[in-house]
């Protein structure tokens, strides 16, 4: 079998929903990895459903179980890769800890491999979002040297005139200006704000100060098209 469509269906198998690879040559923080693996799993569409009021402490327990499972599934392939012979890095978040960069940044985040490999675009709200689900997911992904089937990159944003994230942000982190591959986070969106509010609203919801809010994954229309699905 193809070594892609093997390590997709692995993936999957153990709880990924959607895969992709990407080239990621131009941009790797590790020398001679120059594929990137990227994988997410969606939120319950009930834990969605009920975050008219976000954050809700179900939405932050959900996000703390998926990024353990996340990492969990990047170690795997990672394991995967070796076996098959390959160089492999998986970028956990245990791995990775809070080591962010001056806006909030991995080096190279998920979101980027994702984009390149063609599984969706960068929304308004500066979160990674597809047609299928929305932002209600969260990724993770895997640097390696094996020869994988590319996807076709997204460089720009499918989000139009839609300001409904941008309307829904309390904090305005969200200018409104779409996103393309050329853009810089900080040129659209104010991580900053966002922080400052969700510092707040964390506060009166869950009763403890933590970066999180959701407002903008619950308000995104392709989010409510997910949920509203039977």
């Given amino acids: 079998m193809d070594l892609s469509l093997k390590l997709k269906e692995y993936l999957i198998k153990n709880g990924a929903i959607e895969v992709g690879f990407a080239d990621i040559t131009n941009f790797t923080p590790k020398e001679g990895l120059n594929s990137g693996v990227v994988f997410y799993i969606t939120y319950p569409k009930e834990i969605i459903k009920n975050m008219q009021n976000a954050p809700t402490p179900e939405y932050l327990e959900e996000l703390i179980s998926l990024n353990s499972r996340l990492d969990g599934l990047g170690m795997k392939c990672e394991e995967f890769l070796i076996n098959e012979g390959y160089d ?16 909030n940044s991995f080096e190279l985040p998920h979101k980027t491999i994702a984009t390149r490999a063609g599984l969706g675009w960068i929304g308004k709200s500066a979160l990674f979002t597809t047609k299928k689900y929305g932002s209600a997911l969260r990724l993770s992904s895997v640097l390696t040297n094996a020869p994988l089937d590319f ?7 499918n989000c139009g005139k839609c300001e409904i994230c941008k309307d829904a942000c309390p904090g305005g982190a969200i200018s409104g200006k779409e ?3 050329n853009l810089k986070r900080n040129e659209f969106y104010d991580d900053k ?5 969700a510092l707040i609203v964390s506060e009166e919801n869950l009763g403890k100060a933590d970066t999180v809010c959701g407002k903008c994954i619950y308000a995104c229309p392709h989010t409510q098209k997910y949920i509203k699905k039977s």
């Fill in 88 to 103: 492999a890095y998986a970028q956990t978040k245990k791995r990775l800890g809070s080591d962010f960069g001056e806006f």
């Fill in 193 to 197: 704000k966002c922080e400052k509010y």
């Fill in 151 to 157: 996807g076709e990159p997204i460089l720009k944003s």
């Fill in 179 to 181: 996103w393309n591959y």
